[in-house]
């Protein structure tokens, strides 16, 4: 039996292992540790130190030397790599169960088939994906293997009691039959364009490495808070087409998916947007897409929004100012509104009676089980796959392929009908160019 194997069937016997005797099959023995790979160790790469650190972190990768010289203190027993792609050939000999990514955006989804096609479970920083055929190609691969490997997207604030609530609420009809749902975010981090060269990297900052799939730019350490730019991480580059979809990908992958686990949508119909002039080097700031999205088994169809960069749904009534919720979500029944930000939420119900007697709030028992902790339930899940996590490949590719497809409708500037099945546009030609981008030679999507 293989080492993954034997961890799998020692997480699903559970209970035997309870009894046996501590030391040999413990919660620390280390025939029930994951064998882990961390990538992109300096920035976000910290926040997982910890979840990680209970288990075997065999490998590290950074494209920045002084990244990995630190994380190598806190896990000295670690391989380092500069690049990801030499670390996913060495997985057997690494014996790699797992991965944790938190390189640049733009790697993403070439990382995340790189490990399902390895057979290794991945946790995948936010955004999963910054195309269209990015999205279906992680998704049609890891559906392909979902019983074996176990994935999530870090949108860990679907991890708050508010996620539950609001999806508890909306299911038992707390505003009726749904109709709508529009999501927000006011971040605005305006560029003209790609910062003109400024000098050379840093020593033993692999420019190269990190510019990976994207068309080759020159340096600058305007993108990056390590090189003496105040603080400010991924938001220093994630607004460049070529590395990020701007808060699309940000702050929207977190607050979309506040109302895509209220609304159990799939793909969108169609997809319509606008905002302000198309710039060819960076995503825009405001924008606001419409999507129309079908029935489905307990609710009729209904439209979704994403407004950003400080455009905002109509507030229902002049004394709820939703600017006030800098990341929010409102959904709207046949009875009232719900309104919510990552942390609470209002029922407004329409009416001068507002009785709620058409709503029965569930009972205690019958609320839905917390996540617990976020990173936790992927790597119970990777010892047991059968244990679903809340914000898998499936379940977030389908939410960013809709954001994503709205960047398209944007670029185009017209209401683009969606086959969802095929991942076309069915109305626009010169639209479904625009659903995948060119990568540069040796990095390949799928490889
Ligand atoms: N879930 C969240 O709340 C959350 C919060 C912050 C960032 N993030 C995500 O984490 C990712 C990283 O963001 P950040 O703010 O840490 O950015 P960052 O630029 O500050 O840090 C990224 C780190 O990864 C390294 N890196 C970048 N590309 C790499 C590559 N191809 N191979 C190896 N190492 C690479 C960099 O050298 C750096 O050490 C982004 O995708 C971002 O969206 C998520």
Redesign the pocket.
Known sequence: MQRRDFIRNAAVAGAGLLIAPQGIFGADAPSNKLNLAL???????KAHFDSIGAHNVAAL????ES?LAQGAQRFPQARTYLD?RKLLDDHKKLGLDAVVC????H??ALIANGCINRDLHCYM???LAITVEEARSVRANWLAKKTKLATQV?M?RHALANFNRVREKILDGAIGELKSASAWGNRKLPRAGYWPAAGEPPKGFHWD??L?PAPDHPYSPEY???TGTPRG??TL??MFWDFGVGQVG?MGSHTMDLLWNGVDAKLPASAEAKGEKFNPDVTPVECAMHFEHPANTWRGPISVAWYQGGLLPKSPRNFIDLEKIDHGVMFKGSQGFLIASFENHLVLPYGKEADLTYYKPRPKEKLLPPVGHFQEQWLAACKNPSLKTACDFEYSSEMIEQMLLGLVAYRVGKKLNYDGTTGKVTNHAAANALLGRNYRAGWPLNG
Not at 39 to 45: A, D, K, S, T
Not at 61 to 64: G, H
Request: proline letters at 3%.
């Open positions: 990538l992109g160790v300096g920035g976000r790469g990768c950074d494209v920045r990244a990801w938190c390189t640049a955006d790697h993403h920083e936010k955004p870090g860990q490495l990190w990976g990056f808070s390590y991480n991924c580059w994630n940000d």
